[in-house]
């Protein structure tokens, strides 16, 4: 299949997809008093990948399968790194106007 060029507008197709009941069960656990579902990861990757990459799916499904997979595994690292810089205390309040901490800051929230 070709190189999948993840657009912003392709990840969140990819999110939007994630987020629906029948695939957050699996990929994400299930909430409280929920049943689970019979489905592996890899099935709901595949599933996604037949939604937002409709013409490489139809060419290999199990190669879309794995970019959905690993796509998504790189959003799920890249946000538990930033939740927990955002959850890491504060360095208190900083008199020097010249203070800049040496922290990175993520400018992207959902």
Known sequence: IPEIDWTTDLTWKLLA????????????????DEN?????KIAVFRRIGSVILMDSYALNPDAVGDHVKKRFDYLVNHYKHHAC????????VQDDPGYEPDEEHFNHYV
């Not at 997809?17 to 409280?32: I, M, V, W, Y």
């Not at 689970?36 to 592996?40: E, F, G, P």
């Not at 810089?85 to 208190?92: A, F, I, Q, V, W």
């Open 36 to 40: 689970t579902l019979k489905d592996t």
């Open 85 to 92: 810089r955002l959850r890491t205390t504060g360095e208190g």
């Open 17 to 32: 997809e994630a987020e629906k009941s029948e695939n957050r069960k699996t990929l994400l656990g299930k909430k409280k």
